[in-house]
């Protein structure tokens, strides 16, 4: 299957697979050639009628690429922003672990005769929706049943001593439990959840209650 082709003057290979029957079929036609720098690929795909059609242009490209000999590589990419750095202090005996997407930080919290549970921090640039919302999808999570959004609203308690508009709410399924926390702060949405085993989160809570308040 595999062609000999010109690549930039040089000799290449090519090769070509079609996918289907009818009006339906697809093809894709890759190119390749072998450089001191690495191995490059070209790659024309799509209905089968309409890669056949370009095929001689795609064959032209090919012969016309020119590779310039030392020229000026591409800039690096620019650093990615440093996080913000989480307020307050981290409570003593929580231990860091690697985040989930998109997590800012995450934490294991002593457990409690066997009893796990884990903290987990992030940031978002929106409130990512309504509170009731919110509230809903942390019920999800747990498996509890859908209630009225009247019944959720009221989950939400006023976070006592953290940004205005802090909430914060407790909710259980029979072993499993969750804290969380939505915290407006610098123009972001921070979100803290505190999740597993009913007795670990519990012995848990009053540290991530502070945590989430930003208390040094």
């Given amino acids: 299957m595999i062609k000999e082709v010109p690549v930039a003057g040089a000799a290449g290979k090519m090769f070509e697979v079609t996918d289907g029957e009818g009006e339906k079929a697809t093809r894709f036609v890759v190119a390749f ?29 090919l012969k016309g690429v020119k590779f310039v000999e ?29 985040p989930g997407p998109m997590q800012q930080a995450k934490f294991a919290v002593p457990e409690k ?12 640039p929106s409130a990512t929706g309504t509170t009731v919302e919110n509230v809903k999808r942390w019920r999800r ?20 001593g ?17 804290v969380g926390a939505i915290v407006p702060r610098g123009g972001q949405w ?14 848990a809570r009053a540290a991530f209650v502070d945590f989430a308040k930003g208390t040094p």
């Avoid at 590589?73 to 913000?84: H, K, M, V």
């Avoid at 999570?141 to 006592?160: G, H, M």
């Avoid at 921070?190 to 012995?203: E, H, N, R, S, T």
């Fill in 113 to 124: 005769d066997g009893a796990k549970a884990e903290v987990m921090v992030s940031i978002f």
């Fill in 190 to 203: 921070w979100f803290y959840k505190l999740l597993g085993d009913a007795p670990a989160v519990a012995g």
């Fill in 141 to 160: 999570q747990l498996a509890l049943a859908e209630i009225d959004d009247a019944e959720v609203a009221k989950l939400a308690r006023p976070l006592e």
């Fill in 33 to 61: 050639t072998h450089r001191p720098e690495g191995s490059l690929f070209f790659k024309i795909q799509g209905g089968d009628a309409a890669v056949t059609a370009q095929k001689p242009a795609f064959f032209e490209f």
């Fill in 70 to 98: 030392g020229g000026t590589p591409p800039p690096a990419p620019a650093p990615a922003p440093e996080p913000p750095a989480l307020p307050g202090k981290v409570p003593e005996g929580w231990t860091a672990v690697a």
């Fill in 162 to 178: 953290a940004a205005e508009g802090a909430v914060l709410v407790d909710l259980q399924n029979e072993s499993r439990s969750m």
